[in-house]
């Protein structure tokens, strides 16, 4: 089966390269909607503090208390402090060398919320009732690039470490984004990493949802296309096997995209979109008065190629 796709028409949207990412590039660190804001003024034998934006306290992790006894009399002393101040939600971080004050606040009714390299954030709700702090990160996230080059034929690898009905497999390159990565910028640097191509973004197209995957997290897969911007491989040979440039008949006539019901699928979208079949969601770089960040807002371009343009519309491509 020859499929007769333009090349050229199914990427006349603008890409996104990496490259756009230079020092001017906006990073926000954020823990979970707790933002330092208002500092708590100092009271004798009360642990230094922030207020944050939701009625809650952030306690400063840089001036604990050196000795257990010390933090610990601080630590009931602040609870019964910012209770009577009506406070909410506590939020204690404690850094990697203090390790040993965390069974003194989970003695104290302290509960683990999350942990990253270097801390470990414990939580405390001050009112009756169940808490209303907002739960750790319930997801991971991942891309899956698609892309083809002008002799209709797909990138494709063999993952060296992989499960046993999976390493005859020729699949697409995937992998998870990385902290503060956009989607689309993680999907570059996946094909990039594993094949040494180097490429630019031009929508997602569909993305797959799952439960309890590792580590009982829930999972989104984004399927991004992508434009090759150069074409010799070269192989991180620590995650992959091989790579290719396959042709795409033999790619899709693979026994397992045949009869795995969600690799078919998504490759039947990709192609339906070279065909100019279907239509993905590109990056729009965006800014919101809520918060002040700069942002990336993924929507169809389909407003101006339907004749439907809104007298008031905000819509600028």
Not at 56 to 79: E, I, Q, Y
Not at 109 to 132: C, K, N, R, S
Not at 269 to 293: E, M, P, W
Request: hydrophobic share 40%; with cysteine.
């Amino acid at each position: 089966m020859i499929l007769h796709i333009s090349y050229a028409s199914a990427f006349r949207r603008p890409c996104l390269k990496s490259s756009i990412f230079g020092t001017g590039m906006i990073l926000s660190k954020r823990t979970n909607a707790v933002i330092p804001d208002t500092p708590l003024l100092g009271t004798t034998n009360v642990l230094d503090a922030f207020e944050d934006e939701y009625g809650g306290v952030v306690v400063d992790p840089t001036f604990l208390p050196n000795t257990s006894n010390a933090f610990s009399a601080s630590l009931r002393s602040s609870l019964s402090y910012w209770s009577q101040q009506g406070k909410r939600g506590v939020w204690l971080k404690i850094l990697e060398g203090q390790a040993d004050l965390v069974p003194i606040a989970i003695k104290e009714g302290f509960i683990y919320h999350h942990a990253e390299p270097g801390y470990v954030m414990l939580t405390f709700w001050l009112p009756d009732g169940p808490a209303a702090l907002p739960s750790t990160s319930l997801y991971q996230i991942g891309v899956g690039a698609f892309v083809m080059n002008e002799k209709q034929e797909v990138l494709v690898v063999k993952e060296r470490k992989c499960p046993s009905h999976c390493a005859v497999i020729w699949k697409i390159p995937t992998g998870f984004i990385d902290k503060y990565e956009d989607i689309f910028f993680g999907a570059i640097r996946e094909v990039r990493e594993e094949t040494g191509i180097e490429s630019c973004f031009l929508d997602v197209v569909a993305f797959r949802h799952a439960h309890q995957v590792t580590f009982d997290k829930s999972d989104i897969l984004f399927i991004c296309t992508l434009k090759p911007l150069s074409f010799d491989i070269s192989v991180d040979e620590s995650e992959i096997e091989s790579a290719q440039w396959m042709p795409l008949d033999e790619f899709i006539n693979q026994p397992f995209h045949q009869e795995d019901e969600m690799c078919k699928a998504i490759v039947d979208i990709c192609i339906a979109r070279y065909q100019k079949c279907y239509t993905g969601f590109a990056a729009h770089q965006v800014t919101s008065k809520l918060d002040n960040r700069v942002a990336y807002l993924y929507f169809q371009d389909t407003v101006e190629a339907a004749g439907c343009v809104p007298e008031t519309s905000w819509y600028k491509v």
